[in-house]
Every structure is written in structure tokens, then in C-alpha cells.
């Protein structure tokens, strides 16, 4: 795992440091309920354990080493989580404890991954074009044609 360097603020270590206990946090979690909290009756728990933490496995590597667009993107995964959360907590009262723990890590990664994406990006000069100049560029390219 890389580690802050110094040329980090205060405030962007602390993002970095929620976004990598959540999105650890909630993969340990998401383990641990399918193996041993409440495994599923009729299905293979290792299966299950697998099947639900491969998608927060993709993103892991570049959280690890703290790259700001990985941090970003990593959300849209989050969003499967927080679904499943969402409608568990609506639907089945008697795992609401386990979907309560699960949205409440999901909600720290993607504060943690999207405070710490901005942050950093700044941090590094890493910033998206504004539509304004993208547009004077694609038509100052068509007009010399």
C-alpha cells in the first residue's frame, strides 16, 4: 500500500484515510456477512463472498496506491452496495443491522473516494477541461476545415 506523501495536506490524508477504511471496511463486511453473520440457506456462502466482493475488488489496486481517478470512479461500484443496503433496510427486518452497517460504510467511501479524488486532483493539478474551452477548441478545429 502506498502511503501519503508529503505533499499532502492535512485535510486530503484524512479523505484518503476514510475512503480506504470504508472501501476496506465494506469488503471485509461484505465477507464476513455471507461466511458467518448470516450465510445464505440454500447457497454456497464462499460463493456468495466471492461473488460480492469481486466488484469491490477492481478499484482496489489504484485506491491502494491512491490514485484520485480510481478514488472517483470507484463510486459508481459504491452505488451497488448502496442499493442493496437501501432496499435490505426497506424490505427484510431481519438483516436491517447488517444493511445498516453496509450503507453506512458505503456512505463513508463515497464521501471518503469523492472528497479525497477532488482534494488530491487539485493537489496534482489534475482537473477536467471546462465545456466552454472544449467547445472553442472543437470549433476552432471544424472552421479550418
Do not use: C
Amino acid at each position: 500500500m502506498t502511503e501519503p506523501t508529503d505533499d499532502m495536506q492535512a485535510s486530503t490524508k484524512l479523505y484518503r484515510l476514510l475512503a480506504l477504511f470504508a472501501n476496506l471496511g465494506l469488503l471485509a463486511w461484505v465477507a464476513l456477512w455471507q461466511l458467518k453473520l448470516s450465510p445464505h440457506p440454500h447457497l454456497s456462502p464462499y460463493a456468495l463472498a466471492i461473488a460480492w466482493s469481486i466488484p469491490l475488488l477492481l478499484p482496489l489496486p489504484g485506491i491502494l496506491a491512491g490514485k484520485p481517478y480510481t478514488h472517483a470512479w470507484a463510486n459508481f461500484v459504491l452505488m451497488l452496495y448502496f442499493l442493496h443496503a437501501l432496499t435490505l433496510l426497506w424490505v427484510d427486518g431481519g438483516e436491517r443491522w447488517l444493511a445498516l452497517v453496509e450503507l453506512v460504510l458505503t456512505t463513508a467511501g463515497f464521501f471518503g473516494n469523492i472528497l479525497y479524488a477532488r482534494t488530491r486532483g487539485k493537489e496534482l493539478g489534475l482537473k477536467l477541461k471546462k465545456l466552454s474551452e472544449v467547445e472553442k477548441q472543437e470549433r476552432a478545429r471544424f472552421d479550418k476545415h
